[in-house]
């Protein structure tokens, strides 16, 4: 027993480092082998347990998007001028940030001549209105005093064979001439007094226009908003006596208007040849993290504007790019403000198509193959792919509608199989 021991004792001295290493490594392949082997059994074994399911390729829409950048506007912003005419500024009824509506009064010019011409035209309409009011009444007292005197007046007759009226025609006409010589004065005072009525009934008319006209006047000395929305960028150097320089173009104020907000942006020529109004869009923003909003495009221009390309050459040339304007509504904005940064995904494109799940597809080289069951039998089929959608990918060549397609087939199941369609 000793000379046993002893010459085991000797056996292990005599191993060199190099056999241990060896050793070593050989027990570890054979544990890497013995797991391999007991994984391909479990799956081999999960296989018998589940029955391969099939399913017939389905329809999908396809969408192709082109993204564009763009930005939120207001849908319109009116800009109030100071009108040097009206003269000075006499009161600014609102204050920046505030939300006014359509109609409401903005600010006041100082008006007080205006207000004294309007004075003194209004009493020249009542002294006007007075005197014709006067003629009038002496027109109707004319008449009574013309219809008095014709009344009273005896009509001469004439007869050839009485000669003792002949006789004394001097003494006989004479009463008749001063009643003709009445009715002719009361005629000429009649018609001078409609005259006079008719001239001062112009007057009134003349003056009435003028009250009229200087009222307007006034009026437009109270400027007011022809628009809802908000006030924005209020001219902190005019106020109260501020007045204008004669053909001086300064804005008092900016009225940003309540209605939707808009997109804006600008087109390359590229872009501009695959986007066109009525397109769907869908808008996100890096202000707004986790939330889109829907849209459509509304206007693109057909006039390009010109920006000059960046150049660190000086000595090269190169044309202007052109841009093409664009604009864009949405279905809603809330989350969104004028002036935030925005993605726009443009629908360039949309189709249906067949389509299969993404994990139906088996990538074998170059190609890609799909498991069909045909008679009860798994085949491999060669199809085209396109696009792909959530976990669906689209189908250009090699499926039909009434076929069966594998899903999720596992790399250890066998082509020509026969398939258990119970």
Not at 29 to 43: G, H, K
Not at 57 to 71: C, G, L, M, Q, Y
Not at 344 to 368: C, W, Y
Not at 382 to 404: C, F, R, S
Request: aromatic letters at 6%.
């Amino acid at each position: 027993m000793e000379t046993a021991k002893r010459i085991g004792t000797e056996n292990d001295q005599a191993r060199t480092p190099r056999q241990k290493k060896l050793i070593l490594l050989g027990i570890l392949v054979l544990i890497l082998i013995f797991v391999m082997l007991s994984l391909a059994i479990m799956e081999w074994n999960k296989r018998d347990l589940k029955k391969l399911v099939f399913i017939h390729p389905t329809e999908k829409t396809f969408i192709k998007t082109k993204t564009v950048s763009a930005r939120v506007v207001q849908s319109h912003t009116e800009a109030i001028y100071v009108n040097a005419t009206k003269g000075s500024i006499k009161e600014i009824f609102v204050k920046e940030g505030e939300t006014v509506a359509k109609g409401q009064q903005l600010f006041s010019y100082e008006g007080s001549a205006l207000k004294a011409e309007l004075g003194q035209a209004e009493i020249n309409k009542q002294l006007a209105e007075t005197t014709v009011e006067q003629l009038k009444e002496q027109i109707t007292s004319l008449e009574t005093d013309l219809l008095e005197a014709e009344s009273t007046t005896t009509p001469v007759t004439s007869d050839a064979t009485n000669t003792s009226v002949t006789t004394n025609l001097t003494d006989v006409v004479e009463p008749d001439n001063i009643a003709d010589n009445s009715i002719l004065s009361l005629n000429a005072e009649l018609n001078t007094a409609k005259a006079d009525s008719r001239a001062a009934e112009l007057k009134v008319e003349k003056y009435t226009l003028e009250a009229e006209k200087l009222k307007a006047e006034l009026d437009s000395l109270i400027v007011s908003s022809n628009t809802a929305g908000v006030i924005v960028n209020l001219n902190q150097n005019v106020g109260q006596g501020f007045q204008a320089k004669e053909n001086q173009q300064i804005a008092i104020m900016e009225i940003a208007s309540n209605d939707p907000f808009r997109i804006e942006g600008k087109l390359t020529e590229a872009e501009k040849a695959k986007i066109t109004p009525g397109q769907p869009i869908t808008v996100t923003s890096n202000v707004v993290a986790n939330k889109n909003w829907n849209g459509k495009i509304t206007e693109v221009s057909d006039y390009p504007t010109y920006k000059a390309p960046v150049n660190n050459d000086k000595d090269s040339q190169h044309d202007p790019i052109p841009y093409y304007s664009f604009k864009a509504s949405l279905d809603t904005q809330k989350g969104l403000y004028p002036g935030y940064s925005t993605s726009l995904d443009v629908v360039v494109q949309s189709k249906q198509s067949l389509a299969v799940p993404e994990t139906s597809i088996i990538g074998i080289e170059n190609s890609t193959y799909v498991m069909v069951q045909k008679k009860g039998i798994l085949h491999k089929q060669k199809v085209e792919t396109g696009q792909k959608t959530g976990h669906w990918v689209a189908i250009l060549k090699g499926l039909k509608d009434e076929d069966k397609v594998g899903v999720n087939p596992s790399w250890i199941v066998h082509l020509g199989t026969l398939i258990n369609l119970n």
